[in-house]
């Protein structure tokens, strides 16, 4: 009896924590789209000029929020008048160009950043001219480019073939002695699951905002994971039905992440691309990808750990079958 009521009170202490974190991280929390007065400028060497900038809020709540640039140019600077301020705002932008800077023509991508960062960054051409003559040259110097969105989905995905392959392994070699670590290496996978889940449902302002589905759903899985293990290590009559179930559970959600992965995820009104979901999801904090480490690591953690579940429940359920 004494079991349960801890089992009870963590599983109410987690649901307290999951929707205090929400209700304090939901607040303060979204988007905003960045203009700008002149989208192409034209600058001589050791010279500097002025251009107007608002940034406005997209959807979401408001919250402290600045201008920024990429790449960075040694050359060319950029300074906003207005710093870290709530959207809608505007203010002025000044682009100075050095005196030694090579002429040519060179593209920034500005966009907004902080707690409210844009859905999607504008271009910036600045044409740089010889401080004696008035309009841009004939011949420019290769285009600074834009560094390309990054995921490392290859380093995740050759975890995720180790944990299978490891798993897999243990189970056809060892059988028995898995048989009886198996439910303690279970329970250590469902609490890795659960602290990735609300950590994702807390700060994933992304997902809550522009992917309210998937958001929805990741709650209800986390609701079934937490009463799935409970009958699991609580309830014996329900022991092996709830093997079952967490296990094809966690297995469909394994296949449900990559299929977002695959699709881009629900995030239409950011991106249509279909490789944004894999850079979304494994970018950890990539130029261009509109995620962060703690996010991509999160769903890293998530689908790891949540392939751990599957397998082991799985095997303890068939293991337990065989023995009867």
């Known amino acids: 009896m004494q079991a349960k009521q801890i089992i009870l009170t963590s599983i109410a202490f987690i649901f307290l924590l999951v929707f205090a974190l929400n209700a304090v991280h939901a ?47 040694s050359y060319i600077t950029f300074t906003p008048s207005t710093l870290n301020q709530d959207p809608t705002y505007s203010g002025t932008l000044t682009i100075s ?28 051409t600045v044409n740089v001219v010889n401080s004696t003559s008035s309009t841009p040259p004939s011949v420019t110097p290769p285009v600074v480019s834009t560094p390309k969105p990054i995921n490392y989905f290859d380093y995740v995905g ?19 002695k898995f048989a009886k670590a198996a439910n303690y290496t279970l329970l250590g996978s469902v609490i890795l699951s659960l602290v990735a889940a609300i950590y994702l449902l807390a700060y994933d302002s992304l997902l809550r905002i522009s992917g309210m589905l998937h958001y929805d ?5 986390f609701i079934l994971t937490i009463i799935l293990t409970y009958l699991i290590y609580g309830n014996k009559k329900m022991h092996r039905n709830a093997l079952l179930i967490l296990g094809s559970l966690s297995a469909l959600f394994v296949f449900a992440m990559f299929l977002d992965a695959i699709l881009g995820l629900p995030l239409t009104q950011i991106s249509g691309s279909l490789s944004y979901g894999f850079n979304y999801l494994f970018g950890f904090g990539a130029a261009g990808t509109y995620s962060s480490y703690g996010i991509s690591f999160a769903f890293s953690l998530l689908l790891l750990s949540v392939t751990a579940t599957s397998m082991l429940s799985l095997f303890s359920y068939f293991f337990e079958s065989k023995k009867k």
């Open 97 to 124: 160009v050095a005196k030694g800077t090579p002429v040519g023509t060179y593209k920034f991508n500005i966009s907004a950043t902080g707690d409210d960062p844009s859905v999607s960054p504008v271009q910036l």
């Open 158 to 176: 050759s975890i995720f073939l180790a944990v299978i392959v490891i798993l897999f392994g243990l189970e056809l070699s060892m059988k028995k």
């Open 27 to 73: 607040v303060g929390y979204g988007y905003s789209k960045v203009t700008l007065t002149q989208y192409s400028v034209n600058i001589s060497q050791s010279s500097s000029i002025n251009i107007g900038f608002t940034i406005s809020l997209f959807n979401g709540s408001y919250w402290g929020t600045s201008l920024a640039e990429s790449p960075s140019n």
């Open 217 to 221: 759903i990741l709650i209800v899985f």
